[in-house]
């Protein structure tokens, strides 16, 4: 059985060979390993192999995390947010990927100014169309944008989109290509840097990484299927 430290081993050659191959840079991309569902002792053997950045998609089980992880991390909720959990994540996550709208974006920011800190996030883009998936449309997001510059206490960082839920690569490579455009609009429109895009998974990383991602959201490839954690 594979271990946890070989895994993410064979996945940096990989991310290696796609920058290699998209001309850029070798510090280019994140690595964010998700860990929804598999116990602290997963998370404390990626991040001893080298992984800091540490992905949950439930804020529950991030919050139990990180109470329980004696080691230094930067947490990221990669899933969808309630309002009503607000609370939960600010001052506590590295970063948001998940904003989905106006309503959302706004509890942060108070939640924020309440406490005195800037949230780092992104906005969630609903690239593919796919009513299972949330996120605003692209001709939603440069509305969206218009409002995201004025919350004073929101760090935005750029866009996260979820690849289709597709075989076919090319609408896979679509959808990645249409936010790397999305985010040049949306530099020239607000004057933010947005320098940040969250996109590619186990299956579709080395397509983002091509067209763009500076952060993917590994899970499967590096913790192995759950029961499995070597």
């Known amino acids: 059985m594979d271990s946890i ?4 081993a064979r996945v940096r050659d990989r991310v290696d060979r796609a920058l290699g191959h998209a001309g850029r840079a070798s510090d ?12 602290v002792e997963t998370v404390r053997a990626v991040i001893d192999a080298g992984i800091s950045d540490i992905g949950e998609n439930r804020v529950q089980e991030l919050v139990a995390k990180a109470e329980e992880v004696a080691r230094a991390c930067r947490w990221h909720l990669v899933g969808s ?26 509890t942060v920011d108070r939640i ?42 929101l760090d935005w960082l750029g866009l996260m989109t979820i690849g289709p839920a597709s075989p076919d690569p090319a609408q896979t490579r ?28 186990s299956d579709d990383f080395e397509t983002a990484i091509e067209e ?3 952060l993917i959201r ?3 490839v590096l913790t192995g299927e759950r029961g499995a954690t070597g």
Not at 5 to 8: F, H, L, Q, V
Not at 95 to 100: E, N, R, T, W
Not at 121 to 147: I, M
Not at 181 to 196: E, F, M, Y
Request: with cysteine; net charge positive.
């Open 218 to 220: 590994l899970g499967r």
């Open 28 to 39: 280019a991309v994140t690595i964010v390993a998700v860990t929804k569902t598999f116990p």
């Open 81 to 106: 947010l309630q309002r009503n959990k607000v609370t939960k994540v600010v001052g506590l996550v590295h970063l948001i990927h998940s904003i989905d709208g106006i309503d959302l974006a706004r």
């Open 174 to 201: 679509a959808c990645f290509r249409e936010l790397a455009s999305l985010a040049i609009d949306l530099r020239a429109r607000t004057g933010r840097p947005l320098p940040h895009l969250s996109m590619g998974m």
């Open 112 to 153: 924020g100014g309440e406490r005195g800190a800037a949230t780092r996030v992104l906005l969630e883009v609903n690239t593919s169309g796919e009513t299972a998936k949330h996120g605003v449309a692209p001709d939603e997001a440069r509305a969206v944008a218009d409002t995201l510059v004025m919350l004073p206490h």
């Open 5 to 8: 430290p070989d895994r993410i």
């Open 212 to 214: 763009g991602a500076t």
